[in-house]
């Protein structure tokens, strides 16, 4: 049991980051990036070791990231009782106060559970029962992540609860308040962005840009403008000892770090009014307004730059938009609009429709493994050398 009166933000434990399936090792890049050293890398996450102040770094600065969890207590669990006196025995009083509001989440594998809101209600009793004990009062509790948020992993015999350091998921920037339809997910539109040969500072051309979350996310990772600073609430914030002016002075860093990057065109365009004016919207929220030049035009009459760079492209793919059939004459107009027009280029094609994908008519030189929401997706690049452009092509 911990003895001190008040939950230490600079004690080290376990730290498990989880992102979307395939999106680890982008996540594993960025952790490495910021001074971090990985201890296990694993098919939806990564694990460190690290304080909550660590957290509050990792919080800010991730892209790829789902939730930073910190582990507060790892225990033997052989069914609901178990988990209930092992989690009473927590001191709870040292992280809450009795005015706050806390949140419960989990992740069960037992063959006593056939439901994660049993065991979220198992969690917040023993949380308000300890609290009651201890300070004869309870906080509030709700689904809602208004307040501290905790997290329970519970396979078989082995049980741990963390402080859900996030609270929202991290894979939301904060920008997006117009989704439009069907948006690709912020931190899959980050990975995707990182996954490519792009030298963020060449040319970036998005046509087809939809709500312009891949056009944004190039923009900010170019300009090294952190999702952090567009986000105001963190389930850290709500944990006793929590030290606001390390938090500011995390804030102030990530102002400080943006950089300018002199010629750097970033083009996205899109054949409805609609998703221009969305896209303008979000990517004023994101502070990138003045980085992109938008336009509503058919994806063919986009301006590709001679200078080559990157060109990028999210089509419909039959699974929630539009009908296959229609969608064989675009990924062919696709393939002849790099072929044609982007020589110079390393062209990405991000599909969840392989069958489709053939109608491009190129031969891919990478396929990259994704997942958006549960669709088996790949990045699909190609080399788009041709003339006096040509160049050896590069070993992957």
Same mark, same amino acid.
């Given at each position: 049991?911990?003895?001190?009166?008040?939950?230490?933000?600079?004690?080290?434990?376990?730290?498990?980051?989880?992102?979307?399936?395939?999106?680890?090792?982008?996540?594993?890049?960025?952790?490495?990036?910021?001074?971090?050293?990985?201890?296990?890398?694993?098919?939806?996450?990564?694990?460190?070791?690290?304080?909550?102040?660590?957290?509050?770094?990792?919080?800010?600065?991730?892209?790829?990231?789902?939730?930073?969890?910190?582990?507060?207590?790892?225990?033997?669990?052989?069914?609901?009782?178990?988990?209930?006196?092992?989690?009473?025995?927590?001191p709870w009083e040292n992280?809450?106060?009795?005015?706050?509001?806390?949140?419960?989440?989990?992740?069960?594998?037992?063959?006593?559970?056939?439901?994660?809101?049993?065991?979220?209600?198992?969690?917040?009793?023993?949380?308000?029962?300890?609290?009651?004990?201890?300070?004869?009062?309870?906080?509030?509790?709700?689904?809602?992540f208004l307040g501290a948020?905790?997290?329970?992993?519970?396979?078989?015999?082995?049980?741990?609860?963390?402080?859900?350091?996030?609270?929202?998921?991290?894979?939301?920037h904060g920008y997006r308040?117009?989704?439009?339809?069907?948006?690709?997910?912020?931190?899959?539109?980050?990975?995707?962005?990182?996954?490519?040969?792009?030298?963020?500072?060449?040319?970036?051309?998005?046509?087809?840009?939809?709500?312009?979350?891949?056009?944004?996310?190039?923009?900010?990772?170019?300009?090294?403008?952190?999702? %952090? &600073?567009?986000?105001?609430?963190?389930?850290?914030?709500?944990?006793?000892?929590? @030290?606001?002016?390390?938090? *500011?002075? =995390? /804030?102030?860093?990530?102002?400080?770090?943006?950089?300018?990057?002199?010629?750097?065109?970033?083009?996205?365009?899109?054949?409805?009014?609609?998703?221009?004016?969305?896209?303008?919207?979000?990517?004023?929220?994101?502070?990138?307004?003045?980085?992109?030049?938008?336009?509503?035009?058919?994806?063919?009459?986009?301006?590709?730059?001679?200078?080559?760079?990157?060109?990028?492209?999210?089509?419909?793919?039959?699974?929630?938009?539009?009908?296959?059939?229609?969608?064989?004459?675009?990924?062919?107009?696709?393939?002849?609009?790099?072929?044609?027009?982007?020589?110079?280029?390393?062209?990405?094609?991000?599909?969840?429709?392989?069958?489709?994908?053939?109608?491009? %008519? &190129?031969?891919?030189?990478?396929?990259?493994?994704?997942?958006?929401?549960?669709? @088996?997706?790949?990045?699909? *690049?190609? =080399? /788009?050398?041709?003339?006096?452009?040509?160049?050896?092509?590069?070993?992957?």
């Open positions: 049991m911990v003895s001190c009166s008040m939950f230490s933000f600079s004690s080290t434990s376990k730290i498990i980051i989880t992102c979307s399936k395939r999106l680890a090792p982008y996540l594993e890049q960025e952790v490495t990036e910021l001074g971090f050293t990985p201890e296990r890398t694993f098919i939806t996450g990564v694990e460190l070791k690290g304080t909550v102040n660590d957290c509050i770094k990792l919080n800010l600065n991730l892209r790829c990231a789902s939730q930073v969890l910190y582990s507060l207590k790892q225990f033997r669990c052989n069914g609901p009782d178990d988990l209930y006196d092992e989690l009473i025995r927590y992280l809450l106060t009795p005015e706050g509001y806390f949140s419960v989440t989990s992740n069960a594998t037992h063959f006593t559970v056939n439901n994660d809101m049993f065991v979220n209600v198992k969690v917040k009793d023993a949380i308000a029962d300890r609290m009651r004990r201890e300070t004869m009062k309870r906080p509030n509790s709700g689904s809602e948020v905790f997290h329970l992993y519970w396979k078989d015999e082995q049980a741990e609860i963390f402080l859900d350091t996030s609270g929202e998921t991290l894979a939301k308040k117009i989704p439009g339809k069907a948006p690709m997910l912020e931190a899959l539109a980050a990975s995707t962005v990182m996954a490519t040969k792009w030298d963020r500072k060449s040319v970036f051309v998005n046509p087809m840009c939809g709500s312009g979350t891949v056009a944004i996310e190039a923009a900010m990772i170019a300009t090294n403008r952190r999702p %952090g &600073l567009n986000r105001k609430n963190y389930s850290f914030m709500h944990v006793t000892g929590y @030290d606001a002016a390390f938090y *500011e002075s =995390e /804030l102030k860093t990530l102002h400080t770090q943006i950089v300018e990057v002199p010629g750097m065109r970033i083009i996205a365009t899109d054949i409805s009014d609609d998703a221009i004016k969305v896209s303008k919207v979000n990517a004023g929220i994101a502070g990138v307004e003045s980085m992109i030049e938008f336009k509503r035009c058919d994806f063919e009459e986009t301006t590709v730059p001679e200078t080559g760079g990157i060109v990028y492209f999210n089509p419909e793919y039959g699974e929630r938009l539009g009908e296959v059939s229609a969608l064989e004459k675009t990924y062919a107009r696709m393939g002849d609009f790099m072929k044609k027009k982007c020589q110079g280029y390393h062209g990405y094609i991000f599909t969840g429709n392989l069958d489709l994908a053939k109608k491009i %008519g &190129l031969k891919a030189s990478r396929r990259i493994e994704f997942y958006t929401s549960k669709i @088996d997706c790949r990045l699909l *690049e190609y =080399e /788009l050398y041709g003339g006096s452009r040509r160049e050896p092509k590069k070993e992957d």
